[in-house]
């Protein structure tokens, strides 16, 4: 089958987009004035940890659909409250990937821990996620590991996640939890 632009752009646009965070990546980036408001129904993610990368996600709902790419401002930095960044760059989703997003960002430092957000029209903000890069191959510091088996929405049992997140903000900096391994399926969902 040959590969037409219009299959070529399709498969790009819902493909994952890579970033390089550099020292000029936080130069003055803003959403175009066609940006629309969103929400962020599942919040944010991160995995795929590398000593100088790291994946993000979300998932961007307008109001109505946007018909074509919907842009994001991402954003990343060493504090929670964003005074100073690392990258800032747009980021785009469409109705192709039921505007999620999925975007690998490098030039990170390893052993780090960075957080994030992503923001849209008229003034929408996601979640601020803090994620952890990997350390490289010389360092071995410790690691805090925490785990979650299968979920099931349905049962409404997530109380063990406000739990876990309240001990975590209360312990000592070296005792935080620094990734969260999924064992199985990161939730099941059923339509009766």
């Not at 980036?29 to 408001?37: C, G, H, N, R, T």
């Amino acid at each position: 089958m040959p590969i037409t632009r219009r299959s070529l752009l399709g498969a790009l646009s819902g493909s994952t987009c890579f970033l390089t965070a550099s020292p000029f990546a936080a130069s003055a980036v803003k959403l175009p004035q066609s940006a629309v408001p969103v929400t962020f129904p599942q919040g944010v993610a991160s995995g795929d940890p590398q000593p100088d990368g790291v994946m993000l996600w979300t998932r961007a709902v307008p109001a109505a659909d946007a018909g074509t790419p919907l842009p994001l401002l991402l954003q990343v930095s060493l504090q929670d409250n964003f005074d100073e960044l690392v990258l800032q760059a747009e980021v785009s989703t469409s109705s192709d990937s039921d505007y999620t997003l999925r975007t690998y960002i490098d030039g990170l430092d390893a052993n780090s821990h960075y957080y994030y957000r992503f923001l849209a029209g008229d003034s929408s903000v996601s979640r601020t996620g803090r994620t952890r890069t990997a350390p490289s191959a010389g360092q071995s510091p410790q690691i805090n590991l925490a785990f979650a088996s299968c979920q099931s929405y349905e049962q409404a049992h997530y109380g063990s996640w406000a739990r876990m997140l309240e001990q975590d903000r209360m312990a000592p900096e070296q005792e935080r939890i620094d990734f969260v391994l999924h064992l199985g399926d990161f939730i099941y969902e059923r339509c009766w």
